[in-house]
């Protein structure tokens, strides 16, 4: 298990972009868990909705947590350091099924369907109280 601060050593993300908590669980090129807790603080609720008392968490944020949770799988699994460059290229058919709010804890999951060249597909899910809240494939570009 990696925690926030070895996270900070090695990514490329920094507070308050960094929105992995942990990784709970790496198997190299294939799969990773990792974990993110909202918190009150969090930057992004303070103004995505008028109020704070049911403030949601954004769907673009929880596309960028599956998105840094492969990129630590790969920089994990191909010992890249902080240098290479990890782009989001495309996301396909993302969907969410429930709000994530204030307080919830999110599981991300990243399999590796397949990597060409320079580029990898990867299958997301996050997955909140038992249940999946988003899945998406997504591909990303090393440069």
Same mark, same amino acid.
């Given at each position: 298990?990696?925690?926030?601060? =070895?996270?900070? @050593?090695? @990514? !490329?993300?920094?507070?308050?972009?960094?929105? /992995?908590?942990?990784?709970?669980?790496?198997?190299?090129?294939?799969? %990773?868990?990792?974990?993110?807790?909202?918190?009150? =603080?969090?930057?992004?609720?303070?103004?995505?909705?008028?109020? &704070? +008392? =049911? @403030? #949601?968490? !954004? *769907?673009?944020? %929880?596309?960028?947590?599956?998105?840094?949770?492969?990129?630590?799988?790969?920089? $994990?699994?191909?010992?890249?350091?902080?240098? $290479?460059?990890?782009?989001?290229?495309? /996301?396909?058919?993302?969907?969410?099924?429930? !709000? /994530?709010?204030?307080?919830? &804890?999110?599981? *991300?999951? #990243?399999?590796? #369907?397949?990597?060409?060249? =320079?580029?990898? %597909?990867?299958? *997301?899910? #996050?997955?909140?109280?038992?249940? +999946?809240?988003? +899945? @998406?494939?997504?591909?990303? +570009? %090393?440069?």
């Amino acid at each position: 298990m990696t925690n926030y601060k =070895n996270l900070l @050593s090695f @990514s !490329p993300y920094k507070n308050p972009m960094l929105l /992995i908590d942990k990784i709970m669980y790496i198997k190299e090129n294939i799969f %990773i868990r990792s974990f993110k807790t909202i918190k009150k =603080n969090d930057f992004f609720l303070k103004k995505h909705f008028f109020k &704070n +008392i =049911n @403030s #949601v968490y !954004p *769907g673009v944020l %929880i596309l960028e947590f599956l998105h840094q949770s492969s990129l630590m799988l790969i920089y $994990k699994s191909e010992k890249f350091n902080n240098y $290479k460059m990890f782009y989001l290229a495309k /996301i396909k058919n993302a969907k969410f099924f429930f !709000p /994530i709010l204030y307080k919830d &804890n999110l599981f *991300g999951e #990243v399999n590796v #369907v397949k990597k060409v060249l =320079n580029m990898y %597909i990867f299958d *997301g899910k #996050v997955i909140v109280k038992d249940k +999946i809240a988003c +899945i @998406s494939r997504f591909s990303c +570009i %090393i440069k």
